[in-house]
């Protein structure tokens, strides 16, 4: 059972370095998804309050995040245009759609969901949403709007317009970044804060310029103003909601588990999928952006010295002060200096190095660049998709790819693959098989045709041993396809023992064996014993079919 936390002197410290950071990136996350900033400063206090009271991880710090707002944006425009008041109100359900999709998933204790998503596809997807982003946020950095849909065509008209880009819009957004990228190798110095800072006290000066202002902030919200979908819209609601699902969760799960394994916490994900579906559906009654434990809110929490969630709480009562003091300065934030803090916030997803393993372990390499390439064709959306899609096709390609080994004796009672040991012991008139992935439905019969095969190619054999030890169960079309691998064997008068089987895999073949057999040949732990209850051979001759 978890200790409960006790606050500390660090949780303060933690909780004042991180609300510097958090009030302009939930602002700037708004204005990405498409959202007015109060948007995101409600989504913020949703993450923070109830994260802080239900997590389990004493680093995540549950705000807006770039990628689960870039996907809303997607998703709204997807839905309903550009109507700005009805992308607010499709934003609530939606949101509020993918908590409840959290309920679901941690009722169910499907705690390791994210796993769907294979990393370097995870990461493939993570640089080409950082592309699109960057993209799709130089017009705000520049002040001229684009009408183009897609990478490329937002890209090009970005071109074309040079001309007319804004200069002081441009000027204070590259300064800003220049900012950025330099404190950001300072520890414990809230960047964010101290150009945003800048950029209010030089607003007056720089809305005589011309430099787009954030304008009005208003945080009255009224709850449950729903905007009812017509009946076509709820099958896409649904397919968006597990979008920003599969989003948040992949990002969240990834933050707390690297902080989890380095100071050796437990972990509990289906307790974080609970924590993470209230702070959305309560997002998404205040109509707040989508919310997760985004990277950089958890590492500068943990960097400042936090000890327990507290540090979270602390921090959405600090920026609760903020908020209700400083409403008109918020106000006056230039939207390039936005613009910069997402674009300095998506930075980090482009580095090529990331893919660097990849090349040099010669896996995945084509996977990681589908994912980048998905999602500057397809869009945000189907890119998310299609990155899904890939994890789902890597998975079932390694699992249905056939791989048996053959096992011969090595030492005294160790058993190893013959084609890894050439000079292991091969016994005389034992065939010993390993099959080297779980067996499942997609891989069974291929893998018991190579089995069928090695028995052929030893016409000697009596027994056969199936060192089922890679498998925790066994499905209806394992049970049935064994079931007949025996009943061939038979015929051949080839006994069959199992040996290393899983508890639930054995309780399943003495399901399906008849009640008067004997289940002597399922209760081997280890192959020797399995080879020391070898029977007396046959002497009839025999053809294998």
Known sequence: MTATPRYSSGDLIAGLAIAGLLLPEAVAYAGLAGLPPAAGVMGMFAGLLCYGLIGQSAY??????????????????????????????????????????????????????????????????????????????????????????????????????????HRASLMLGLGALLVLFALARIRHVPASLIVIVAGVLASPWLAARGVALIGPLRLERALGAWQRPAGHQWLPIVEYSLALLFIVYAESYSSIRTFSLKH???????????????????????????????????????????????????????????????????????????????????????????????WRWQRDRGVSLMAVAAVLFFGVLNGLLAAIAFSLAVL????????????????????????????????????????????????????????????????????????????????????????????????????????????????????ARDAHRSAADLDYSSVDDAVRGLPAPSDKPRELA
């Open 60 to 165: 995540a710090i549950v705000t807006p995040t770039s990628s689960s707002a870039a996907v809303l944006a997607a998703a709204t425009l997807a839905l309903v245009g550009a109507d700005a008041p009805l992308r607010i109100a499709y934003a609530s359900l939606l949101v509020t759609g993918a908590g409840i999709a959290f309920l679901l998933a941690g009722a169910a204790r499907f705690g390791a969901i994210s796993n769907l998503i294979a990393r370097p596809v995870l990461r493939g997807y993570a640089f080409g949403l950082a592309l699109v982003i960057i993209v799709k946020q130089w017009p705000h950095l520049v002040a001229v709007p684009v009408s183009g849909s897609g990478f490329f065509g937002v890209l090009l008209e970005e071109l074309r317009s040079a001309a007319a880009w």
């Open 264 to 358: 050796a916490q437990p972990m509990q994900p289906n307790r974080d999928l609970i924590a993470l579906g209230v702070a959305n559906v309560v997002a998404g009654l205040v109509h707040g952006t989508p919310v997760g434990a985004g990277y950089s809110g958890t590492s500068a929490n943990e960097a400042a010295g936090a000890q327990s969630r507290f540090a979270g709480l602390t921090a959405a009562a600090l920026l609760l002060i903020a908020v209700w003091l400083l409403v008109p300065w918020i106000e006056r934030i230039p939207e390039p200096v936005l613009a910069a803090i997402v674009i300095h916030a998506v930075s980090r997803s482009l580095r090529p190095s990331v893919f660097r393993p990849y």
């Open 396 to 511: 079932l390609r390694s699992l249905a790819s056939p791989r048996l080994s053959e096992l011969g004796r090595w030492g005294e009672h160790d058993f190893v693959s013959i084609a890894r040991y050439p000079r292991a012991e091969v016994l005389t008139g034992v065939l010993i098989l390993r099959p080297e992935e779980p067996l499942l439905f997609a891989n069974v019969d291929p893998l018991l045709s190579l089995a069928r095969h090695a028995v052929r190619a030893h016409p000697d054999t009596h027994l056969v041993i199936l060192s089922l030890e890679e498998s925790p169960d066994l499905d209806g079309t394992c049970l049935e396809s064994l079931a007949e691998f025996e009943a061939w064997l038979g015929l051949h008068r080839i006994e069959l023992r199992f040996a290393r089987l899983k508890e639930r895999a054995r309780e399943a073949l003495m399901r």
